[in-house]
């Protein structure tokens, strides 16, 4: 069926991972019957799976995707969703999305001629789409390991130069440049400072249960720990932030037993009614402190 949006004075972001494409990616959770997606266990290879994806999403207040995207040295993978998918999805037009450029590279692979062959390509394959998330009318690029780049390039200084190369190649392609935002939940006021410095303007961050997690002393703790002290882990951001826009983070939950057993960290009782608790003290926490974007883990 056509997805019927629900409209928001907000821009609601999620984190998608692309991980699921065959069922050997699902093997480790067959044993856990009630992780089984409402879906099924899907292929997001298809456009189908990518549809009914939209249009939950549209329809629960998502605006965009937050897609981890993978390129080390020009060599890309687990695109499967973006390219296979959602790219030929039926109601691709109702849900903006934008890269979260997962660089969990190994060391030595950032440069300059890299740098300028990655913003290349997201100029040429993604920012022309009318679907591309856009802040301030600029196609948004969420950056997972800034630090990566600084160790590379050999320093703040260095690190940059390769922001300001990629506006440069935006500008002359006709864009009015890109917004950076940094995924950093530990950074502290002076590596906000840094941040700034080096290019980005907004930050957020994968999790906010690391405040529940310290308390708790322990890697087994309840979500309301997290509904507890997600405000918290929002205002210290807010204070810290230097200049940077912040986007509150809305946490889901973790529970890692079918790849880690005993070793995991596991989140329990997460149910609709706390959830629910922690949606609507982000809503109240942005009305407060007039943030327009709310990012969900």
């Avoid at 440069?111 to 100029?123: A, E, F, G, P």
Wanted: hydrophobic share 40%.
């Amino acid at each position: 069926p056509v997805p019927n949006p629900v409209p928001s004075k907000f821009d609601i972001g999620v984190f998608y991972f692309p991980g699921w494409h065959s069922m050997a990616r699902w093997q480790p959770i067959l044993d856990y019957p009630n992780r089984k997606p409402i879906l099924g266990w899907y292929d997001e290879t298809k456009p189908e799976c990518a549809d009914w994806q939209i249009k939950w999403a549209v329809e629960h207040g998502i605006t965009f995707f937050m897609v981890d995207w993978y390129w080390c040295q020009g060599k890309r993978h687990l695109e499967h969703w973006l390219h296979d998918a959602y790219m030929k999805a039926r109601f691709r037009k109702h849900l903006k999305w934008s890269v979260m450029w997962a660089n969990h590279n190994p060391p030595q692979t950032h440069s300059l001629q890299d740098w300028r062959n990655v913003t290349q390509y997201w100029i040429d394959q993604y920012f022309g789409m009318d679907e591309y998330y856009r802040i301030d009318g600029r196609p948004a690029v969420f950056i997972w390991d800034p630090a990566g780049i600084r160790r590379d390039m050999g320093g703040s200084r260095e690190a940059m130069q390769l922001y300001a190369l990629s506006q440069q190649m935006a500008r002359a392609a006709g864009l009015p440049g890109i917004y950076f935002i940094a995924m950093s939940s530990h950074a502290s006021e002076a590596a906000c400072r840094q941040l700034k410095s080096e290019g980005y303007e907004a930050f957020t961050s994968y999790h906010a249960f690391q405040l529940a997690a310290g308390r708790a002393g322990s890697k087994r703790f309840p979500f309301a720990d997290v509904v507890a002290t997600s405000p918290e882990f929002w205002r210290d951001a807010d204070e810290r932030a230097s200049g940077l826009l912040t986007m509150p983070i809305v946490d889901t939950g973790w529970a890692s037993e079918p790849w880690h057993g005993n070793k995991s960290l596991v989140i329990s009782g997460r149910t609709p009614d706390e959830f629910g608790r922690l949606c609507r003290a982000a809503r109240a926490y942005a009305d407060q402190t007039g943030k327009k974007i709310i990012a969900v883990e």
